[in-house]
């Protein structure tokens, strides 16, 4: 399978996108793989995919197999655990990866409903036609590619983040992080916890204590990339508690104990952290 990372290259999308990534395969052999609970969101565009995806207290999973269906697009984040893939056959897959409160610049619609739909890209881009996503996929350079969709987003800039998120969001990302509570958090930005509760839904779609939690978990997975890190020196970084609550919020979110996790883990162009296995799972 051929997968490509491209980073924006206009200064305003620099501060919305992270990355596009682009998958492609087109032999029949089925492949398997398990991404992690992020605070970015997904938006993925398929052609020529049927998508099978179920997201309950017990499973997070994603069927993806040849169809007859022209094009399908969903969105993926707000994860509590690990995000198994199951592809059969061919893939044909363009992807936004958007930063937290970065997917409200470009659309008034909910999270609820853009979550819910097989037809996210049309909900997002409602002007823009099949014929648009027709010269994406038939463009066979990646950077062209990545060109048409900054193209694309810059288009439909229709909101700014608000300062109160912005400033959340820059507290959040300090080196204590990991240390921050929801009633400091509050108290730093003078707003009360219902106000910021509401902010954070409404603007990242989920709540403050799932982001923490998500955040600090994605600090310490990107921490224990280095071969010289030890696990224990993770956890101390990440301010786990101890031991036993390191271990139980990396089964919760990852399926694994960090120790399993770190043996399985592979990188791709330093951005994507999955574990990518050719044998697909039932």
Not at 95 to 120: G, N, R, W
Not at 148 to 154: D, G, M, S, V, Y
Not at 240 to 252: G, L, R
């Given at each position: 399978m051929k997968s490509v990372i491209i980073y924006p290259k206009h200064e305003l999308l620099k501060k919305h996108v992270q990355y596009f990534l682009f998958f492609k395969k087109e032999d029949t052999s089925s492949f398997h793989?398990?991404?992690?609970?992020?605070?970015?969101?997904?938006?993925?565009?398929?052609?020529?995919?049927?998508?099978?995806y179920?997201?309950?207290?017990?499973?997070?999973?994603?069927?993806?197999?040849?169809?007859?269906?022209?094009?399908?697009?969903?969105?993926?984040?707000?994860?509590?655990?690990?995000?198994q893939v199951n592809v059969l056959g061919p893939l044909n897959q363009i992807?936004?990866?958007?930063?937290?409160?970065?997917?409200?610049?470009?659309?008034?619609?909910?999270?609820?409903?853009?979550?819910?739909?097989?037809?996210?890209f049309d909900a997002l881009f409602p002007r823009h036609s099949d014929f648009f996503l027709e010269q994406i996929f038939e463009e066979g350079d990646f950077n062209t590619k990545a060109q048409?969709?900054?193209?694309?987003?810059?288009n439909n800039i229709k909101n700014t983040i608000p300062d109160r998120i912005r400033a959340a969001l820059h507290r959040i990302s300090s080196d204590d992080t990991e240390r921050l509570t929801i009633e400091q958090l509050c108290a730093e930005l003078g707003l009360s916890a219902s106000t910021l509760f509401r902010l954070f839904k409404?603007?990242?779609?989920?709540?403050?204590?799932?982001?923490?939690?998500?955040?600090?978990?994605?600090?310490?997975?990107?921490?224990?990339?280095?071969?010289?890190?030890?696990?224990?020196?993770?956890?101390?970084?990440a301010y786990?508690?101890?031991?036993?609550?390191?271990?139980?919020?990396?089964?919760?979110l990852s399926g694994y104990t960090p120790k399993e996790l770190q043996a399985k883990l592979s990188v791709q162009q330093n951005q994507l952290v999955w574990i990518y296995d050719t044998r697909k799972r039932e």
């Open positions: 793989y398990t991404t992690f609970p992020n605070t970015n969101l997904c938006l993925a565009i398929y052609r020529g995919n049927q998508i099978d179920s997201n309950t207290g017990a499973a997070n999973n994603c069927l993806i197999t040849p169809s007859a269906r022209k094009f399908s697009s969903r969105l993926y984040g707000f994860h509590k655990m690990p995000f992807c936004i990866i958007f930063y937290p409160s970065a997917l409200k610049v470009f659309t008034h619609e909910s999270f609820t409903d853009l979550m819910q739909t097989e037809a996210a048409k969709l900054e193209h694309l987003l810059l409404t603007h990242l779609g989920q709540n403050p204590k799932s982001y923490l939690k998500t955040k600090r978990f994605r600090n310490a997975l990107q921490e224990m990339l280095s071969p010289d890190t030890s696990l224990s020196t993770v956890a101390h970084n786990y508690y101890d031991q036993a609550h390191f271990i139980n919020d990396f089964k919760t």
